[in-house]
């Protein structure tokens, strides 16, 4: 059976000015699917993660996060939502625990749920001994485990991540990388990732060529070298965001 949809885009357009940044955009993502958003830069993933998370809003078109209208229903729908933006949004004077404790008060946590959520989180992250360090203090990869552990404390259903590995190192990229697919699969989480790396792109994962404000691609990643008849993702995407390259 299908799993339930966390996240549902219908014909979702929306412009800066004259300038159109997403055209007729539709996706689904399910419960335990890592679905990658691949796109050059400018290619409207930033927009489309603005407007899920009610930071932009757009009349054209519908987004829902498990059921719930983001426009009609934002307070139902937002809290089925995790969030890691592509700037760090920690707050730098506050110790590891404070910066959790924040956001466990706003989601109207108690006390011992809020620590015993917090606990479990870091853990899986090896982060719970740093709990009463500065984030300040952090290098970029352990800044990253924090909004990653901040992000999942109110148990979403859907994860965004918007090009979180840009600017960590390659052992500290390619961890967080393996620890997200092993998280969609062990909680049945859904994820969207916003990337432009290749390599941050597994084989079973389902796969989102966007360019210029345009779906190229919406597949696994087999069906997706299928259609563009190529034998790798960097292949595929070369062909899919060159002028003409097919939708």
């Not at 790396?197 to 597949?219: C, F, M, S, T, W």
Request: glycine share 6%.
């Amino acid at each position: 059976m299908m799993s339930p949809v966390a996240l549902s885009v219908e014909n979702l357009s929306f412009s800066y000015s004259a300038k159109k940044a997403l055209d007729q955009l539709n996706l689904k993502i399910h419960a335990g699917e890592c679905t990658v958003l691949l796109g050059p830069n400018g290619a409207g993933k930033s927009t489309l993660f603005s407007l899920i998370t009610r930071l932009y809003d757009s009349r054209e078109g519908r987004i829902e996060l498990c059921g719930f209208d983001v426009r009609r229903q934002s307070r139902q729908a937002l809290a089925k939502l995790g969030v890691v933006f592509q700037q760090t949004t920690l707050d730098m004077d506050l110790t590891v625990m404070q910066n959790l404790l924040y956001h466990t008060d706003l989601h109207g946590m108690t006390g011992k749920l809020a620590r015993q959520r917090i606990q479990e989180a870091l853990e899986r992250l090896n982060m719970y001994e740093r709990r009463f360090e500065k984030a300040r203090e952090l290098n970029g990869g352990h800044k990253r485990r924090v909004e990653i552990a901040r992000a999942l404390l109110h148990k979403p259903s859907l994860l965004l991540l918007d090009e979180p590995t840009v600017g960590l190192d390659v052992p500290s990229r390619l961890a967080i990388v393996e620890y997200v697919h092993q998280l969609a699969v062990d909680e049945k989480l859904a994820v969207l990732w916003a990337s432009h790396l290749i390599d941050e792109i597994y084989p079973d994962d389902h796969l989102v060529v966007l360019h210029q404000g345009r779906i190229k691609a919406n597949g696994l990643v087999s069906d997706v070298l299928a259609s563009t008849q190529t034998s790798s993702i960097n292949e595929a995407f070369s062909q899919l965001t060159q002028a003409g390259g097919k939708a």
